[in-house]
């Protein structure tokens, strides 16, 4: 896990979801995102490519996938107070 303590990062009507994050989110699914790269698998790794979020969200980003909405548009950055880095 990338971040640590993170809370889900989806924004849903204008707000940030509360929940923890428990899931890491491909804003470009891996597949695609390594072929971006030239095919560098290291890219499946990329903190600019991914998102913490909860369950839930991670359920609605892939059942948003699937059906052709673009969901990438819909994260937020999480607030200081509730997220720090992992070092
Ligand atoms: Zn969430």
New binding site residues.
């Given amino acids: 896990m990338m971040r640590c303590g993170g809370f889900?990062e989806?924004i849903?009507d204008g707000k940030r979801?509360t929940?923890v994050a428990t899931d890491i989110h491909h804003v470009v699914k891996a597949d695609k995102y390594i072929k971006q790269h030239g095919g560098d698998e290291d890219a499946y790794f990329d903190e600019a490519n991914l998102r913490g979020?909860?369950a839930?969200?991670h359920q609605w980003l892939t059942v948003g996938e699937r059906e052709g909405r673009d969901v990438t548009g819909c994260f937020g950055p999480p607030p200081e107070s509730t997220w720090s880095p992992c070092i």
Avoid: G, I, L
């Fill in positions: 889900c989806r849903v979801c929940q979020v909860c839930s969200c």
